[in-house]
Each structure stands twice: as C-alpha cells, then as structure tokens.
C-alpha cells in the first residue's frame, strides 16, 4: 500500500453493498480521476467493517476518518472537500448520540471502545480480493514458520495451549480435535471449513470470508499439516454469492504464489482447496450431515461415534472446523498461545464474534473478549434499545439457543456461563427484543423453523417438534388452556431428551428458556386470552379513543381494507369486522387517539 | 408426474453437465445447482435425465432435490420477491410487510401470480440486518420496507 498518499476504504460487505456502496466507490474513482489524482488517491472496497447500522461507511486513510450513512450523490464532496481542500465533511460525520459531537475517528466511538479484533482482524483494513495485501499484514508468515521450523505435534501443543474452543457453537476444544485427527491412521485425510452459516440473524462467517478470505485458507493450511491431509474443503451455502466469489478469488492467487499446491515453502508439504456448495439447509451446520451433504446425499444426521475425525468424509478421519475458528489460528501462532490466553476467561480464551441485530440502536458485526457482560455488549456497544423502548430480552445462539432476561445483563458472556442460565453461545448471533415483542410469538417463530428444518429422521424431532408448534399456535390464538401449558412442557422434554442430533436436542430450548423467564406472558396467553405485548393478532383489537380523535381523517385514508369510517372533525371508528390489524393507523395517528386492546 | 418437454439441445447440455462432473454420483448436488441455473427450477424430467445419465435412481435425485430449500421444482416469476425473514428482520416487522405482499399479489409463499410476472418467497437471512426488514427482489434489495412501502415497491415493476 506504499505507492498512494490516501486511500479511501469503501466497505463492500453484503450490508453495504445493499445500500449501493459499489456505486460509491465508482463515484469516488470517476471523480479522483476527474481531478487527476489518480496517481495520488486509491479506492479500496474493503470487508464489513461492522458499524452496518450507520452503513454504507467510507473511511479515509491515513487521517481515519470515518464517514458514515454515505450515498452515491456524496461522493463528489468527499473527494472536493475533504481529499483537495483538506476539509472534513461534517455532515457526514458520526453524531454521539448522547454528547451531540461529531467524532471522526472509529477509535473514539464507543461501538468500537470495547471491542478487541482477533477474528475479525483485517476485515475492513485490507482488499480482500489482494492476496500481497493479507501478506503486507504478517500473512502467511505463520504457515511458512510452522513449516520450516515446526512438527505437527509441536503446532498442534500450541492450539491445546492457547485454550481456542470451537467457535461454531459447540465450544470443544480446538487442538484436542486436531489430535484426534492427527491419531486417526489413515493415508488420506481431510480439512473441512464449515461455512454453513444457517443461523437466522447471523453473519460473522460470512463476513470473515468476505473480508478476510486468506486467513481461513491459512488456517486450513496449518490445519492439514498438523493432521497429515493434503486436501481441503469449504463448504460454503449457495445463498452468499459475494462470499463465494472473494474465496474462489483467493484461492486462485494463493495457487499462483505457490502457497496452496504442491510442495509449499519447499517443505514437501501438499494442500490445495476445493469449494462444496450447501444447498439451504439448516441441519448441515451439524458435522455428520454435513458430509453427507458433501458426498452428494441428503444431509442426514448420523449417530456419532463414530466421529468425523476418526470416520468423515468418504470414511477418512476429517477435521472439522467453523470458519471463525480458523481465523483465530494464525494470529495465535503469530501472538503465541500465551497472549491469547490472556484475552478472554480461563475457561473460554480469546474473542468472540457476535451479530447484534434486532431492536438495537447500533446493529453490526462485533467482536469482544470472553467475559464481557452482555449489559456492555447490548448498552454500550449496542447503544443502547431503539426508540428509547425497554429492554425485555436478548436471544443468543439461534433456534438451537434461549431468551434471556434483565435479570442476565450482567453475566459475563462465554460458552459455560450461557448454558447454566438456560441458552447457549451458537454461533454468535445476538437478537435484541424490546417491550413491543411477545415471548410466545417468539417461541413460535423459532419452532416454526426447527419444523421446516428438521430432516425428519427421527420421530422425536420430526413429530415432537410439529406438535410442540401446534400447542405454541393454539396459545398465540387465545385457545389454549392451562393444560397446554404443563404439556408443552413435558413434550418439550422428552424431545430434548430424545432426538438424535444437536438440532433436535436444542430445539425446545427457544420454548422452555420463555416458559422459565416469562411464566407471566404464558399465562396471560392462556388464562385471561391476552397479549400483553400486544403482538398476537388474534388476541387484540384496535381502537378508538373518541375524547382523544380529532377526526383528522389520517388513519382511514392510510386503512387498507377502509375499515375506518367517520366524518371530518368527528370521532372515527374501527369496524372490527373488516380490520385485519396491520397497525398502520396507529401508527399514523398523532394524537395517541388508538390503542390495542 | 407431469412431463415438461425439453428441447433436444437442452438435453444434451445437461448431459454435457453431468459429464464434466464425471457422471459421479457424488457430485449430484454440484450438478443439480448447474441445471437449476440452467433451467431456472427442477422439474421431473430433468431429474430423471439426471438420474439415468449418474446412474442413481430417480428416487434418489428426488430425494436429494426436496431436502434441500435452494432446489424448486416450480418456476418462479420473473420477478422472484424475497422477504427475509430471518430473527433480526422478523422482530422489526417482516411478518406485516409478508402480510401485505400477499394482500396485494393474492397469492401464498411459495406461489407465483397467474400472470408470471412475481413470485413470493420467504428466505432465512440476507444478513443485512442493519436494514431489517429486507426484502429483495431479482437482485435488487430494498431495507427498512414498512407495509406501506409495498404498493410503491410493487409500481416499479
């Protein structure tokens, strides 16, 4: 990056680029050229650099400032204004929310205060579709050194020192799993990248591939000479064409620079890349199906043992690791084992990723060590609940995880402490739900996915879980007695007892962590036919306050089925026959005038 | 099953697909996304070409096509609408905006308007949870879509 004065990095994650942020960095490259700087000035598109709430961002480089809620028409003033007359663009700068201050480098900003950037490390820093720019950045260079100067035992004693769990969910410890592999004779062996992202609501591995490409394909690298394989394969979900595009990207630079292929470093060492493609389904986030997805076949579960890293794919031991996982690998060795202990808890080291999403005021891709509160994650981080509402719950690890409740906010966040209050890490997908959200709806929408997804090899998974939603549905329509409340319970557990694989095993958690949190919502479901969110449908009515109503008129022109009728300047009203509650006019009222009942 | 005729050259196309993958039975999910993006969906006479040309039975072609979500075995219109219906988007109101898709297009997820011109789908995450609720359109992506916004969405089409 030697050649250029300035550089401005234009974040070409997924988030941004929905937002036209290719256009922006077109923009920006037409006007540079039309004011001859082009010897001068680079556009780099760079990976997610997480503040995707305040997206598309722009940051210049070497001043770092950082521009936010860019759009193509801003382009022309970023390179007039701020590259030729040296004047910062304010109106694009951050606002702090609560001092009112423009702030213009991330460093100050608390959604970037607390955060510490392992996995995440040069998404947003460097080109990932430019291989000498990951090297610029020490790539590589861990590989070339455990080649040169160490055994596999030696590297695998350094990922077992470190403490790294796996960052898929399951949280078990990522160099014993390398042993085992190491341990399993056979001639062939294999490295299998899960990038089976199927999480609703999370997008970290996605944007690690799409930011930082080549510190996976390192890992994997590093991953099959401590294991003895000579071949690896991504397994990757059709459904992220970006993420796709960059890795094919990369591997092919990396085979031109001799670092996947054949004797790499000249240490007789062989590993090369291929890409397998998921088609939508969720339950290949767990192993065993996903190799059975890899080897063509439906992707079943299958009992384990044995496990992959004796019997994976075509019946080789393989080593399978989440995408997250691997990108910690070469900072370790980089780092050592000793500085990543330090990050973190005892028991749980280093980082984790997480997608804030949800009724948060600052949605985005976050990293933070092991132990962090979630208070600090949701509050400062987060910034806090949208629209000043109350913070009711925060759902972690995704259809397989729980909700929990004010009450967690100061639990330090790591794999153990999340499964003794009731959820559990996940992959790192963090939903924030606020006042306005019905626990029972809640409950429902996860099951409603465990029932599309569950692959219906077993009884308990496949039948339970259709029933359990049924019960879920019949309570949410103000049908259910307090008799469905003792058998959702019951059912749920024979299901977490029963079913055959992780999918299934958790799937009652989003149902049983609501009914331990929220008994009171439950039971005024069921007891007194009320939502006290006011969310299920049929359990409410819209209304209207004739002292409050001014007869403006608003809401029945914004009606979409006319269901509200009244004259000019005189109270209107709701003709509960014909409304099909889509809240729209309350939501236009100015006046307060309607409320749910 | 109903029968979907294909043209010869087409026929031949697919088999040239399942040849560049060795015919080998492993490689059917990499051979079915290459006819889905051939064809558009997945059809039975295309899974039974497929079948005999891998030597695996149809049943098992089938199998394989309904398990997973991104294989169709309907058309979709020539404007595929997507609403995200992931965590992030659900709880910010997608359910509303799906409700008034269907409202206003008259069909269910899943099904495409009599005329062919728009599909209606539900995905799981766009991962552009900053601008939930998403919808997308063909390749288009619209963020932050109230109810309201969806007649005017529907008008650009």
Same mark, same amino acid.
């Given at each position: 990056?030697? /050649?250029?004065?300035?550089?401005?990095?234009?974040?070409?994650?997924t988030g941004c680029?929905?937002s036209?942020?290719?256009?922006?960095?077109?923009?920006?490259?037409?006007?540079?050229?039309?004011?001859?700087?082009?010897?001068?000035?680079?556009?780099?598109?760079?990976?997610?650099?997480?503040?995707?709430?305040?997206?598309?961002?722009?940051?210049?480089?070497?001043?770092?400032?950082f521009y936010?809620?860019?759009?193509?028409d801003?382009?022309?003033?970023?390179?007039?204004?701020?590259?030729?007359k040296?004047?910062k663009?304010?109106?694009?700068?951050?606002?702090?929310?609560?001092?009112?201050?423009?702030?213009?480098?991330?460093?100050?900003?608390?959604?970037y205060?607390?955060?510490?950037?392992? !996995?995440l490390?040069?998404?947003?820093?460097?080109?990932p579709?430019?291989?000498?720019?990951?090297?610029?950045?020490?790539?590589?260079?861990?590989?070339?050194?455990?080649?040169?100067?160490?055994?596999?035992?030696?590297?695998?004693?350094?990922v077992?020192?470190?403490?790294?769990?796996?960052?898929?969910g399951g949280?078990?410890?990522?160099?014993?799993?390398?042993?085992?592999?190491?341990?399993?004779?056979?001639?062939?062996?294999y490295?299998?990248?899960?990038?089976?992202?199927?999480?609703?609501?999370?997008?970290?591995?996605?944007s690690?591939?799409?930011?930082?490409?080549?510190?996976?394909?390192?890992?994997?690298?590093?991953?099959?000479?401590?294991?003895?394989?000579?071949t690896?394969?991504?397994?990757?979900? !059709?459904?992220?064409?970006?993420?796709?595009?960059?890795?094919?990207?990369?591997?092919?630079?990396a085979?031109?620079?001799?670092?996947?292929?054949?004797?790499?470093?000249?240490?007789?060492?062989?590993?090369?890349?291929?890409?397998?493609?998921?088609?939508?389904?969720?339950?290949?986030?767990?192993?065993?199906?996903?190799?059975?997805?890899?080897?063509g076949?439906?992707?079943?579960?299958?009992?384990?043992?044995?496990?992959?890293?004796?019997?994976?794919?075509?019946?080789?031991?393989?080593?399978?690791?989440?995408?997250?996982t691997?990108?910690?690998?070469?900072?370790?060795?980089?780092?050592?084992?000793?500085w990543?202990?330090?990050?973190?808890?005892? @028991?749980?080291?280093?980082?984790?990723?997480?997608a804030? !999403?949800?009724k948060?005021?600052?949605?985005?891709l976050?990293e933070?060590?092991?132990?962090?509160?979630?208070?600090?994650?949701?509050?400062?981080?987060?910034?806090?609940?949208?629209?000043? /509402?109350?913070?009711?719950?925060?759902?972690?690890?995704?259809?397989?995880?729980?909700?929990l409740?004010?009450?967690?906010?100061?639990?330090?966040?790591?794999?153990?402490?999340?499964?003794?209050s009731?959820?559990?890490?996940?992959?790192?997908?963090?939903?924030?739900?606020?006042?306005d959200?019905?626990?029972?709806?809640?409950?429902?929408?996860?099951?409603?996915?465990?029932?599309?997804?569950?692959?219906? /090899?077993?009884?308990?998974?496949r039948?339970?879980?259709?029933?359990?939603?049924?019960?879920?549905?019949k309570?949410?329509l103000?049908?259910?007695?307090?008799?469905?409340?003792?058998?959702?319970?019951n059912?749920?557990?024979?299901?977490?007892?029963t079913?055959l694989?992780?999918?299934?095993?958790?799937?009652p958690?989003?149902v049983?962590?609501?009914?331990d949190?929220?008994?009171?919502?439950?039971?005024?479901?069921?007891?007194?036919?009320?939502?006290?969110?006011?969310?299920?449908?049929?359990?409410?009515?819209?209304?209207?306050?004739?002292k409050l109503?001014?007869?403006?008129?608003?809401?029945?022109?914004?009606?979409?089925?006319?269901a509200i009728?009244?004259?000019?300047?005189m109270?209107?009203?709701?003709?509960?026959?014909?409304?099909?509650k889509?809240?729209?006019?309350?939501? /236009?009222?100015?006046?307060?005038?309607?409320?749910?009942? | 099953?109903?029968?979907?005729?294909?043209p010869?050259? @087409?026929?031949?196309?697919?088999?040239?697909?399942?040849a560049?993958?060795n015919?080998?039975?492993?490689?059917?999910?990499?051979?079915l996304?290459?006819?889905?993006?051939?064809f558009?969906?997945l059809?039975?006479?295309?899974?039974?070409?497929?079948?005999?040309?891998m030597?695996?039975?149809?049943?098992?072609?089938y199998?394989?096509v309904?398990?997973?979500?991104?294989?169709?075995?309907?058309?979709?219109?020539?404007?595929?609408?997507?609403?995200?219906?992931?965590?992030?988007?659900?709880?910010?109101?997608?359910?509303?905006?799906?409700d008034?898709?269907?409202?206003?297009?008259?069909?269910?997820?899943?099904e495409?308007?009599?005329?062919?011109?728009?599909?209606?789908?539900?995905?799981?995450?766009?991962?552009?949870?900053?601008?939930?609720?998403?919808?997308?359109i063909?390749?288009?992506?619209?963020?932050?879509?109230?109810?309201?916004?969806?007649?005017?969405?529907?008008?650009?089409?």
């Open positions: 990056m030697a /050649k250029f004065k300035n550089h401005i990095l234009v974040c070409g994650g680029r929905a036209e942020s290719e256009a922006i960095a077109v923009n920006l490259k037409r006007s540079i050229d039309e004011n001859n700087l082009e010897n001068d000035v680079q556009v780099v598109r760079t990976g997610c650099f997480g503040f995707c709430e305040k997206g598309p961002v722009v940051k210049m480089v070497p001043d770092n400032t936010v809620h860019v759009t193509p801003d382009a022309e003033d970023l390179v007039l204004e701020h590259l030729i040296g004047r663009v304010e109106r694009l700068l951050y606002v702090d929310p609560e001092t009112k201050e423009h702030v213009s480098d991330s460093k100050h900003m608390d959604f205060k607390k955060q510490i950037r392992i !996995a490390r040069n998404c947003g820093f460097i080109n579709e430019n291989i000498d720019e990951y090297i610029a950045r020490d790539g590589y260079s861990a590989l070339g050194t455990i080649l040169d100067e160490m055994t596999p035992e030696e590297s695998i004693k350094v077992k020192d470190s403490g790294l769990r796996g960052r898929g949280g078990f410890p990522t160099g014993l799993k390398w042993e085992i592999t190491l341990q399993s004779e056979s001639e062939q062996k490295v299998v990248c899960n990038a089976d992202e199927g999480d609703p609501g999370a997008f970290m591995d996605r690690i591939l799409e930011g930082d490409p080549h510190s996976v394909l390192e890992a994997m690298a590093i991953c099959g000479y401590c294991i003895g394989a000579d690896g394969l991504i397994y990757i979900r !059709a459904e992220y064409p970006l993420a796709i595009k960059r890795l094919k990207i990369a591997i092919d630079q085979r031109d620079y001799g670092l996947l292929g054949k004797d790499i470093f000249g240490a007789g060492f062989n590993f090369d890349v291929e890409i397998r493609y998921g088609a939508g389904a969720f339950v290949c986030g767990e192993e065993t199906a996903l190799i059975h997805s890899m080897e076949l439906r992707g079943e579960p299958t009992v384990k043992p044995p496990f992959p890293s004796v019997s994976g794919y075509k019946g080789k031991p393989t080593n399978v690791n989440n995408v997250e691997f990108a910690n690998i070469p900072a370790i060795f980089l780092k050592g084992a000793d990543f202990r330090k990050i973190g808890t005892e @028991k749980s080291p280093g980082t984790k990723v997480f804030l !999403a949800g948060v005021n600052n949605v985005g976050i933070v060590p092991m132990g962090t509160t979630l208070r600090e994650v949701i509050f400062d981080i987060g910034g806090g609940i949208k629209g000043g /509402k109350k913070f009711k719950a925060v759902q972690t690890g995704g259809p397989s995880g729980g909700c409740t004010e009450n967690h906010l100061d639990l330090p966040i790591d794999y153990d402490s999340l499964i003794a009731g959820s559990m890490m996940g992959s790192g997908g963090m939903i924030v739900m606020d006042e959200d019905c626990m029972v709806s809640v409950a429902k929408f996860y099951l409603d996915f465990t029932v599309e997804e569950s692959c219906g /090899k077993c009884t308990p998974c039948v339970g879980n259709k029933r359990l939603y049924e019960l879920l549905e309570i949410t103000g049908k259910g007695d307090e008799g469905d409340l003792t058998r959702l319970r059912l749920a557990n024979v299901i977490k007892d079913a694989c992780g999918l299934g095993q958790t799937s958690n989003p049983l962590s609501t009914m949190n929220f008994p009171e919502e439950y039971e005024a479901h069921v007891k007194e036919s009320k939502c006290p969110a006011g969310q299920c449908r049929a359990l409410m009515q819209y209304v209207i306050n004739p109503c001014t007869g403006c008129t608003l809401c029945a022109r914004v009606c979409p089925v006319d009728s009244g004259d000019k300047k109270p209107h009203f709701i003709d509960t026959s014909i409304c099909i889509c809240g729209a006019c309350m939501d /236009k009222c100015k006046f307060g005038a309607i409320s749910i009942q | 099953m109903a029968k979907v005729k294909i010869e050259n @087409k026929v031949q196309e697919l088999k040239d697909l399942c560049k993958f015919n080998e039975p492993g490689e059917l999910i990499n051979v996304h290459g006819a889905q993006g051939m558009g969906y059809p039975a006479e295309i899974q039974e070409i497929v079948a005999e040309e030597n695996v039975s149809v049943a098992h072609v199998g394989v309904t398990f997973y979500s991104f294989f169709s075995m309907l058309p979709k219109g020539k404007h595929p609408i997507s609403i995200c219906m992931g965590t992030a988007c659900y709880v910010r109101g997608a359910e509303k905006v799906l008034e898709f269907k409202r206003h297009l008259d069909v269910k997820v899943g495409t308007t009599p005329d062919g011109k728009f599909s209606l789908s539900c995905l799981r995450c766009v991962g552009a949870c900053g601008l939930a609720p998403v919808v997308t063909g390749e288009r992506v619209y963020g932050r879509v109230s109810p309201e916004d969806v007649k005017g969405i529907l008008g650009e089409y």
